[in-house]
């Protein structure tokens, strides 16, 4: 296949203000040159239909193919000589590296007296741990991840201290890939035992009760080649005890003649029970397994049957175990059940209300339940018999974490944080309802400039969509926006901070999330809104929220730019497929864009919950209507595409956005630039270091921000 030129923007930002249309923008614009791409005659009949793929050879793994390695290197040559070129992305990186450099931290867990949490100075790659002895006692200094590689791309993942305060068991991830390295390190002393747990993945991580070891779950070892692409089957759990090889760790519970289910296991605060949850999907359906550790035994005893409802261990006194679950709720309530029973059945503590239930713990003598209002989060104290207390009152419209704490302890912390308010650390009492300051950040910007708003717009089906605007209050109307999206997989998008869309706003642009059906936020009716063969309401909703925006007057018709990652990059790449007409400028980022070949590599299994199966042929029409890679539309003018990926992300495997960027470089779909941004030595986007997020939202502000109009620092 042939070099396809076309004519990219190199020109100043305020040209895009005089001229209207992508052929007269064009017209000013130098041309770019794509690397070839070879392609190949791949053409298979499925289901009565011939689906060509002419791209699958760049499915391959970059660490091992080394043509697939030279055409990333050739990709990125072409992007970054395009971003290089425009102005502004260098003053971009500047201000992006003063707002990043705030102190922060994560919300604190209590274990033995010791209060453990995160920390990052401002602009270390990776957060670090620490640890103060008591609550007046100063931080020190626990794990530095820093130092774990040359290039800042190892970091601290999950870590859970043991009940004594005596350990920290955490994990090690690198490269952002999802396998996991486990380690203990002891909280006293700062020595790194030498146990070493490899091959973890998915995993949560529960010590016993007495700190002698951990319960943990990962995969059989893979084949070296294939341990970054191949299907994850056979989720086992093992216990590890300290101080012994991992070939001598006991295997705890197995489901060999169900290879696909996932376990995950945590123990309850005495360490009397493990509780181990199943899963095959993404979907919140469980089945619940407990064992009594008391027990030499340790014979399984099932506590919940069916896969058909989600249950979340809300905390335990004795026998008496606090779910959450929409078992009977759709927006979910708590119940209680007594496990000295025979056969327990649910005993409801709160019944549902009219918003979502979306967290419960047990502090102290009481229940802190979290619920999403509007996709803002409200919290509220009840005592264990469900008699409510009272709200707790958070500071503003934003988002609430955290409130773990342990039965007989009334002390929880958690963080609040908006569009415009970084992450403040709150400590409160259960017992009184005080609540105080904890971990206050120092800022170089002032919140009060901002304004977040909710507005409310009608879909294309009529039904009534929420979403959050957020922008300077000086900014003026029809300015360029930013329109975030999600929509799937029961996730709710609510009001969080980010250095990057401070910074976007600050230079006079409007953040937008539109709370999309196949989200959380109205619990399990607007999930199954959005999912299976109702994905299309999902695109319907992000384009009415375009529309919106324009029509409003928030925004301008040639200002609107789509962002979204992973199923928010799939969501932009049908979107624009869809309505390219609705923007200028999009970023899908780490999508899944071939929706029938999804599930042949690593995670891709679990997303048939949301997706449906492309083997089977009701699901297949629906999957091949939308599927970003196959309706590329030849001869329709499309918006300035950069899409973003990692060379190394294991989740949703690069060859989707590799295959796709390919697809749109070869069709005539327009004289703007469709570029390909691949991160190295990244993942997914956890454990990314900081200098990575701040050169890669520098060139997404330079690209999107230059083809919304907005005007960028020199």
Not at 417 to 422: D, E, K, L, V
Not at 557 to 570: D, E, F, P, V, Y
Not at 603 to 623: M, N, Q, S, T
């Amino acid at each position: 296949m042939v070099s396809r030129i076309v004519r990219a923007s190199l020109g100043a930002a305020g040209l895009l203000l005089c001229l209207s249309g992508p052929a007269r923008l064009a017209a000013a614009e130098p041309s770019v040159t794509y690397p070839e791409t070879r392609s190949q005659p791949i053409v298979e009949e499925m289901f009565g239909e011939r689906i060509a793929d002419p791209y699958r050879w760049l499915e391959r793994d970059v660490r091992t193919d080394s043509e697939v390695a030279d055409w990333v290197e050739a990709q990125n040559a072409t992007t970054q000589r395009y971003l290089g070129s425009l102005k502004g992305r260098d003053a971009l990186r500047a201000r992006l590296k003063q707002l990043w450099d705030y102190e922060r931290s994560g919300v604190p867990r209590k274990r033995g007296g010791r209060y453990f949490h995160t920390y990052n100075s401002g602009l270390q790659n990776q957060s670090v741990l620490m640890v103060r002895d008591d609550l007046k006692a100063s931080p020190r200094l626990l794990l530095d991840p820093n130092g774990w590689s040359k290039d800042g791309a190892t970091a601290l993942d999950e870590w859970r201290p043991s009940n004594d305060g005596r350990f920290v068991l955490y994990s090690v991830q690198d490269g952002g890939s999802d396998w996991r390295t486990l380690r203990v390190i002891d909280a006293t002393s700062g020595r790194v035992l030498p146990d070493e747990i490899r091959w973890v993945k998915f995993s949560t991580l529960a010590w016993d009760g007495r700190a002698e070891g951990f319960f943990y779950s990962r995969f059989p070892e893979p084949k070296l080649a294939a341990a970054f692409q191949q299907l994850n089957l056979h989720h086992q759990i093992y216990y590890h005890r300290l101080g012994t090889p991992q070939s001598e760790d006991r295997l705890i519970y197995a489901t060999r003649s169900r290879p696909r289910l996932n376990h995950h296991a945590e123990t309850t605060q005495d360490g009397r029970y493990l509780l181990i949850t199943s899963s095959e999907g993404t979907d919140e359906r469980y089945a619940l397994t407990l064992f009594d550790l008391s027990d030499p035994e340790l014979k399984p005893r099932r506590l919940v049957r069916g896969f058909t409802d989600e249950w979340a261990l809300a905390g335990s006194i004795g026998d008496r175990l606090y779910f959450r679950t929409n078992f009977q709720a759709a927006r979910q309530r708590l119940v209680m059940l007594d496990v000295s029973q025979t056969r327990p059945r649910p005993v409801e503590v709160v019944p549902q209300g009219t918003d979502t239930l979306v967290g419960a713990s047990l502090v102290g003598s009481r229940l802190i339940l979290a619920y999403l209002g509007d996709a803002k989060t409200e919290a509220v104290l009840y005592e264990l018999d469900g008699r409510p207390v009272g709200p707790i009152k958070l500071p503003d419209i934003g988002t609430g974490a955290g409130f773990g704490g342990r039965a007989g302890d009334p002390e929880t912390f958690f963080s609040f944080s908006s569009f415009a308010t970084p992450s403040t650390i709150y400590r409160f009492d259960t017992s009184t309802g005080k609540m105080e300051p904890f971990i206050k950040p120092r800022l170089s910007f002032d919140p009060d400039e901002f304004d977040v708003d909710q507005k409310f717009f009608r879909s294309r089906d009529g039904t009534e969509v929420p979403m959050f605007v957020a922008r300077k209050k000086s900014t003026p109307p029809g300015a360029p926006a930013l329109l975030y999206g999600y929509g799937g997989f029961n996730v709710a998008m609510t009001p969080t901070f980010s250095p990057a869309v401070l910074d976007w706003m600050e230079m006079g642009g409007v953040y937008a999330v539109a709370n999309l059906r196949g989200g959380g936020e109205y619990g399990k009716a607007w999930h199954d809104a959005g999912r299976l063969d109702r994905k299309q309401n999902v695109f319907d909703d992000f384009i009415a929220a375009g529309e919106y925006l324009i029509a409003s007057g928030i925004s301008a018709k040639g200002k609107l730019a789509a962002m979204g990652r992973s199923n928010g990059g799939l969501l932009v790449g049908a979107v624009v497929n869809q309505r390219p007409d609705l923007f200028a400028a999009a970023n899908p980022a780490v999508g899944v864009m071939d929706m029938l070949r999804f599930t042949k590599f690593t995670a891709g299994r679990y997303w048939i919950d949301d997706y449906g199966d492309p083997a089977k042929e009701e699901d297949f029409h629906v999957l091949r209507g939308y599927s970003p890679y196959h309706n590329i539309r030849d001869g329709v003018d499309y918006p300035a595409i950069l899409v973003t990926t990692a060379d190394t992300d294991d989740r949703v495997v690069p060859g989707h956005s590799f295959k796709y960027a390919a697809a749109l470089q070869s069709a005539s779909i327009g004289p703007r630039p469709h570029l390909i941004r691949i991160e190295t030595r990244a993942g997914h986007g956890s454990g990314k270091p900081t200098d990575k997020v701040i050169d890669e939202y520098a060139d997404l502000w330079a690209f999107l921000g230059h083809w919304t109009g907005l005007k960028l620092p020199e």
